[in-house]
């Protein structure tokens, strides 16, 4: 049911740590859960929304980087996911273990909690609730998305010729509104000289190639953790741990 299917729940728990998480519940983990939009005729019959649990990787990614970034506070994210990504991979099974059964348990909640709201709701509110929330729903899975991206440190996109010139000019020019500088600075790069445009167009071909290394070194390091989904669809990358075919 697509109205029923959850999103990442580490990316509702950013900024706790995974003691948060656990407090008073010893040795098991309880599932996050937090409040979904639903029209104002059917809040009665459901109060709440579960979000999916984190998986055994992102439950430790997320409670490994406060402290990575304690340690390096000048470090980028993508640099101490590596660390993170290969501390998971040289981590005893035993203590692997604890996140997986976290998982397990955690999943076991929330196939319960899904079992429960099912049990309110007829066939006629389930549509209804669908037409309502679709939209904010995709908008909010959006949003989490590139919360995801940016906490797994995913390289920033290559930016046009004329993106650098705006940025480079935006901080220079004070006076006036947003609207009001960039028609300025749009006005000036029209008059820019195929010369002046030049610079920019190298920074932005320098840029491109910036992009292409550091995506290549970060899908390498998604196939590592076993986020294959996270990879380009028309760039494929063969595993470390597979012999190259002659």
């Not at 309502?132 to 940016?150: D, N, S, V, W």
């Amino acid at each position: 049911m697509a109205l029923l299917r959850g999103v990442w729940g580490v990316l509702n728990a950013l900024g706790k740590s995974g003691a948060d998480l656990c407090a008073g519940c010893g040795s098991r983990l309880r599932s996050p859960f937090s409040f979904a939009y639903v029209p104002k005729w059917f809040s009665s019959s459901l109060s709440g929304y579960p979000k999916k649990p984190m998986t055994s990787y992102v439950r430790f990614s997320k409670e490994q980087l406060p402290i990575f970034k304690a340690q390096n506070p000048d470090a980028k994210n993508s640099e101490l996911i590596k660390k993170i990504a290969k501390l998971w991979r040289e981590l005893p099974d035993s203590e692997k273990k604890i996140y997986e059964d976290a998982y397990r348990a955690d999943w076991q909640v929330y196939k319960e909690e899904i079992n429960r709201i099912q049990e309110q709701l007829t066939p006629s509110q389930i549509v209804s609730l669908e037409k309502e929330i679709m939209q904010k729903r995709l908008k909010k899975k959006a949003l989490i998305k590139k919360r995801e991206l940016t906490m797994l440190g995913k390289p920033k996109r290559p930016r046009s010729a004329y993106n650098i010139f705006i940025a480079e000019r935006f901080q220079e020019t004070k006076d006036g509104t947003s609207q009001v500088k960039l028609k300025a600075i749009n006005e000036n790069w029209k008059n820019l000289s195929n010369s002046q445009k030049q610079v920019y167009i190298q920074l932005a071909k320098d840029d491109k190639i910036r992009y292409y290394n550091e995506m290549k070194s970060w899908e390498e390091q998604m196939m590592e953790v076993g986020r294959e989904d996270l990879i380009r669809r028309s760039v494929k990358y063969p595993a470390k741990s597979e012999p190259e075919q002659l």
